[in-house]
């Protein structure tokens, strides 16, 4: 399977790729012509070889039909990818093309207002989960604050409770008392300075 993979991969996609190169660097309209007929061929082959691989890849010699497939396509001899695409696909595209455009820029549409809803869907839970944070991270951060408040540290200050460590009742009163033995400082020398 790994070898009819392989070749599938030359035989069907790079080398029609290199020739379909060719033929638009050498603008020869009629080899790019039989070129894009391969491709369109190609794609349908593709899209139904992935529903067709489901139910019929037990069936004996699968894949090596499959090779043959694409081999008949590209045979100059045969002319596979032109004979479909003026038998079948042109007609069929011919007759039902309008209904096919319709469908299209419906899908389009369709898909750019869904495209529109989602995303404002998601904007607006991103916005409510930021709030949320917000809101969670302000409460304990005014939880915070609020046991640092200056209220708290008079009570723990006047509390004489064995509860509060004496390290920070100290550190507290020292804390608060330094900038008033400093002012009184500066202003006694800032007096005797004018004298």
């Not at 001899?77 to 209904?99: D, I, Q």
Request: aromatic content about 14%.
């Amino acid at each position: 399977i790994c070898c009819l993979v392989f070749s599938r991969l030359i035989f069907g996609t790079l080398y029609p790729a290199y020739y379909s190169y060719k033929a638009v660097k050498s603008k020869d309209i009629k080899e790019y012509v039989k070129w894009m007929m391969y491709w369109i061929i190609f794609a349908l082959f593709t899209t139904a070889e992935t529903f067709t691989d489901i139910f019929l890849c037990w069936f004996p010699f699968y894949y090596e039909l499959k090779i043959a497939f694409v081999a008949w396509l590209l045979s100059p001899y045969t002319k596979g990818s032109s004979l479909l695409y003026r038998k079948f696909v042109h007609p069929t595209l011919s007759s039902k093309e309008k209904e096919i455009d319709d469908c299209l820029v419906q899908a389009k549409d369709r898909s750019y207002d869904a495209l529109v809803h989602f995303g404002k869907r998601g904007l607006n839970v991103a916005a409510t989960a930021a709030v949320m944070a917000a809101s969670k991270g302000q409460g304990a951060l005014s939880e915070r604050l609020r046991s640092f408040s200056m209220q708290d540290l008079s009570t723990i200050r006047g509390d004489s409770s064995s509860t509060v460590p004496p390290s920070v009742t100290v550190r507290t009163s020292s804390k608060q008392s330094q900038p008033k033995t400093s002012r009184s400082a500066s202003e006694g020398t800032g007096s005797s300075g004018k004298c």
